[in-house]
């Protein structure tokens, strides 16, 4: 059993089972993440600071079959945030569908997925991996500057049976990660505006890991390594 804190701007007693919205980082489900000081910040920043709330859970795990996202890549997390989110721009959604056709992890079997969060915001630096204009080790390193932290998804009926609410408390608002989170949100508009102007107008090509060489060859994930190799289709 481990415990569980979730952000929100009120109480939740019973978490609903589909009682969310679809088009979130995993589904429709409950978001909850181990961290509790990061649940205060989403909190805080999601909505009224005045009706910060945060959740506290039991969580059942041990019953329940998990995927762990950070276990599968990068590539894995991308396709996974890219098919139930979705994407801005018709070119991005075009590689964004081989990508998701070919690194989504089976879900279907799975009553909790982990791994990373990616707000409304940082969808941008997905959507630039997506149109080749930055490569996969930046995307870890521009996320991790983010600290969104990791997230406990609860996706199926099952793991909504296996959730306790312990409590609730009124979270106070943090000036420090409010400032702390619009730094790194300016640090990555301003490192994604440098490299589109080196790649139009100085003719910069990206090295690495590209969508494109993600989509063209069948790349295999070596979670000891934490690395990819070639592999085939």
Not at 14 to 38: I, S, V
Not at 131 to 138: G, P, R, T, V
Request: hydrophobic share 35%.
């Amino acid at each position: 059993m481990i415990k569980v804190f979730h952000g929100s701007d009120h109480t939740i007693q019973k978490p609903c089972y589909l009682g969310g919205k679809t088009n979130n980082d995993y589904g429709n489900g409950f978001y909850t993440t181990q961290y509790e000081e990061r649940a205060k910040s989403w909190a805080t920043l999601n909505g009224n600071p005045e009706k910060a709330i945060v959740n506290v859970y039991h969580l059942e795990i041990e019953k329940l079959k998990v995927l762990d996202l950070n276990e599968c890549g990068v590539l894995a997390w991308i396709a996974e945030v890219v098919a139930n989110r979705g994407t801005n721009q018709e070119m991005a959604n075009i590689v964004g569908e081989q990508l998701v056709a070919q690194y989504r992890p089976q879900d279907a079997q799975y009553d909790i997925i982990k791994g990373y969060r990616a707000d409304d915001s940082y969808t941008q630096v997905i959507e630039a991996f997506l149109l080749n204009q930055i490569n996969l080790y930046e995307v870890q390193r521009l996320f991790y500057k983010g600290s969104l932290g990791n997230q406990i998804f609860l996706k199926s009926e099952k793991a909504f049976e296996h959730i306790q609410w312990i409590e609730s408390y009124q979270a106070q608002y943090n000036e420090e990660y409010e400032n702390a989170d619009k730094y790194a949100r300016r640090e990555v508009n301003k490192f994604l505006s440098t490299r589109m102007r080196a790649i139009l107008v100085d003719g910069y090509e990206v090295p690495g890991i590209t969508a494109r060489r993600a989509i063209k060859s069948r790349l295999i994930y070596n979670k000891e390594s934490g690395e990819y190799k070639n592999g085939s289709i």
